[in-house]
């Protein structure tokens, strides 16, 4: 079974740890020979510390367009249209002060302020991205403006936990495209996919994951769409719902 899981405020607690408890049945499970899959719309840079402390056997990250193996070798990306990212992301400044380009081992800001991520600073302007684009998060002060790049770019638009961030990605690239190359590449069954978020970019994958979960704490338009419900990321919810989960299906088959 691949056993799949956002990280921020789905597997990860408030204060960004993973428990000790959810580590050790992860650990379990994935000795009884289960896939463990990070599932997260973080960089590399970002989730190398949490894969160094999960060590799971896949990490799909940057939203779906970046699949990692369990020695953090690159087997499937996918980025922007590089004919053009360099229009897109100076269409985005227009309208924007913050406009952040995640490459494949750095993440550029376009306000020299803003460090978050480990990102650098960048005038998009004079210098164009000649690497391949990820991921894009920034901050309209349009949000009309911006959802109308939707179409003119073939993108996705997302909001980050009705927060003032939204995030861009190539369109039909999302989480559950993650698992789906995932499942392809390794030769595996999407039935046996569980899968757990808890923000709108993860409701694509609870809802068409074999078995989709949202975290109770997840935002109320997912927490309403969802059929199947953990207990919150304070509760060791992903484990806990895991270990119901398995005793039914061990049930099952006897």
């Not at 719309?41 to 699949?67: C, H, M, Q, V, W």
């Not at 980025?79 to 269409?91: A, G």
């Not at 808890?198 to 994951?209: A, C, T, V």
């Amino acid at each position: 079974m691949y056993i799949i899981f956002d990280l921020d405020d789905t597997l990860l607690t408030s204060k960004k740890i993973v428990t000790d408890y959810t580590l050790s049945r992860l650990k379990y499970y994935q000795n009884l020979g289960h896939k463990i899959v990070i599932n997260s719309a973080r960089s590399i840079y970002r989730t190398r510390p949490i894969i160094e402390i999960i060590k799971p056997d896949f990490s799909i990250l940057d939203g779906g367009n970046i699949i990692l193996d369990k020695d953090n070798n690159l087997i499937y990306e996918y980025s922007f249209d590089k004919e053009t990212i360099n229009d897109l992301i100076l269409d985005m400044c227009e309208f924007s002060s913050d406009v952040c380009v995640q490459a494949l081992g750095q993440m550029y800001a376009s306000n020299p302020d803003y460090h978050g991520q480990g990102a650098i600073y960048r005038d998009f302007k004079i210098n164009k991205m000649n690497e391949g684009v990820y991921k894009i998060i920034f901050v309209p002060n349009d949000q009309k403006r911006a959802f109308g790049l939707s179409d003119k770019y073939n993108i996705e638009i997302f909001n980050y936990l009705n927060g003032k961030w939204f995030r861009a990605n190539p369109k039909g690239i999302t989480k559950y495209h993650g698992i789906e190359k995932l499942v392809e590449i390794t030769n595996g069954s999407l039935e046996d996919v569980i899968a757990f978020g808890d923000d709108y970019s993860d409701l694509d994958m609870i809802m068409k994951s074999h078995h989709g979960v949202a975290m109770a704490n997840s935002v109320p338009y997912v927490l309403e769409r969802a059929k199947h419900v953990a207990l919150s990321n304070d509760e060791d919810g992903v484990v806990k719902y895991l270990d119901e989960y398995m005793k039914g299906i061990n049930k099952w088959k006897k």
